[in-house]
């Protein structure tokens, strides 16, 4: 499946929790992704809720529409493209089943908030703010390019993604805290 353009959504970050309880906190956030996988390359826009124990991911094409919507829980993982439906075990491995590429959503909730993963090792360079700026985690190299301000402990605006030959840009547009 190819995904194309990038959906503009605006920049409105709300007031962020205590950094110490967000690794806790139920978040939504909107943004955009491009991916280069095995000179392949998608882009789409990017909705994600996440609740402490389910992921909904919808990417959109270039005027809003839903092209693929994600979900998982503690049990299963069902991936909607357009009439077809897809459901395993694992939300990765359906993922890449379908669409050729996966984000590790296994560290990806908590490397978005600016942290690592409390569940594996990592290795962690800091900027002078003191904020987050490269983490290598779970075969994983997360580098954090821009932040919703210069403030520290700011949240992360735009990341880069790389594990082996999968390369993704992720551009976070609007963070929302305890979505309903």
């Known amino acids: 499946m190819l995904l194309s353009g990038c ?3 605006s920049s409105n970050p709300l007031p962020m929790p205590f950094p110490a309880q967000l690794s806790s906190v139920p978040f939504a956030m909107n943004g955009r992704l491009s991916v280069n996988h095995r000179g392949k390359r998608h882009s ?3 909705r994600w809720i996440h609740q402490a124990s389910s992921d909904e991911i919808l990417l ?4 809003g529409y839903t092209v693929a919507r994600i979900r998982r829980d ?3 993982a069902t991936l909607e493209d357009g009439d077809k ?3 395993a075990d694992d939300a990765e491995a359906l993922m890449e089943q379908v669409l050729g590429w996966h984000m590790p959503l296994s560290g990806l909730h908590q490397w978005v908030l600016g942290l690592p993963d409390n569940d594996s090792p990592a290795q962690v360079e800091w900027d002078e703010m003191g904020r987050i700026s490269v983490l290598h985690q779970s ?3 997360v580098r954090y390019l821009s932040f919703v301000s210069s403030v520290p402990g700011s949240m992360p605006s735009r990341m880069q993604l790389d594990h082996d ?3 993704m840009q992720l551009l976070i547009d609007e963070w929302e805290w305890n979505p309903q």
């Open 7 to 9: 959906a503009g959504l």
């Open 44 to 46: 789409a826009g990017l």
């Open 60 to 63: 959109l094409a270039p005027l």
């Open 74 to 76: 503690d049990h299963q």
């Open 85 to 87: 439906h897809y459901q």
């Open 139 to 141: 075969g994983w190299e």
């Open 165 to 167: 030959d999968l390369h």
